[in-house]
């Protein structure tokens, strides 16, 4: 579950949500918010709670800057508008930092990798469906390339590094993943984790995959624009916010102040 720490100003509502979203498997929602209570005070005991409620960022994941794809990716002719879908772990996060990216018009969190039957938040959190959180990128590639678009995640936004999991989230739903939409951004996908491995960028080998695309399934309403609505969230302060400011200060020319929106 990417809310990890429950133990904020907001997330009350968002514990609202998940309990009372349906029916099925009451016990076990009851059981998660217990978990969650019960982690959120501990992290509070231990000064987390004090430091999040002071809008404190910070995080264990540091950024790693890397070097761009190789070769010239020049954009078709014509074209302002292309889709990218990318997974690096929780996607409020992920969503949030790519919202803060010039050229990038729509960014929307969703499920990618398996069947629309489990596309639902709760079958994904059992991590057995297929499906990884991730995210759908609209952009404009006059504006900022998909090479680019991949530098950042590489990054900023997630370790690559970590094998299913990211910081707290544990869960094949938390890999490293990379759905090309087509053969050039297939191979520009490739080719880019094949560059970073030899150069050893990260000091050890990256976990990222690169996998068939199956199609894209938004995720629920009360997940999107999730971290511009709850900033002072303890998961959005410890784990996200040190993201979109390692944005801001690794590609200053990229970075946006205002972010995109997806609109309800």
């Known amino acids: 579950m990417c809310a990890l720490f429950t133990a904020g100003r907001n997330s009350t509502n968002l514990k609202r949500i998940v309990i009372m979203d349906s029916k099925p498997q009451k016990t076990r929602r009851r059981l998660l918010h217990a978990k969650w209570l019960a982690t959120g005070f501990i992290a509070c005991v231990l000064g987390v709670g ?16 890397v070097p761009p794809p190789t070769g010239e990716e020049q954009a078709p002719a014509g074209e302002h508008s292309a889709t990218a879908v990318l997974a690096g772990g ?3 996060g992920v969503q949030g930092v790519f919202q803060h990216v010039r050229g990038v018009t729509n960014v929307v969190s969703g499920y990618t990798g398996g069947s629309r039957a489990t596309a639902q938040y709760e079958r994904v959190s059992e991590g057995d469906t297929g499906h990884a959180e991730s995210v759908q990128i609209t952009y404009d590639p006059t504006q900022v390339s998909y090479g680019r678009l ?5 990054s900023v936004v997630h370790d690559p590094t970590e094998l299913n999991r990211q910081g707290p989230d544990t869960g094949t739903q938390y890999r490293s993943a990379v759905f090309p939409l087509n ?4 191979k520009i996908a490739t080719d880019y984790v094949g560059q970073l491995d030899r150069a050893k960028v990260f000091g050890r080998a990256l976990a990222t995959r690169v996998e068939p695309y199956k199609g894209f399934y938004p995720a629920e309403t009360y997940h999107q624009n999730f971290l511009t609505l709850h900033p002072d969230h303890p998961y959005i302060v410890v784990n996200d916010l040190p993201k979109v400011d390692n944005l801001k200060r690794l590609f200053p020319a990229l970075y946006r102040a205002q972010p995109v929106l997806v609109k309800g």
Request: aromatic share 18%; proline share 0%; glycine share 4%.
């Open 183 to 186: 053969d050039a951004q297939r």
């Open 150 to 154: 991949l530098q950042i995640f590489f």
């Open 90 to 92: 929780c996607f409020w």
């Open 50 to 65: 004090l430091l999040c409620n002071q809008g404190v960022a910070f995080s264990t994941e540091k950024a790693v800057v």
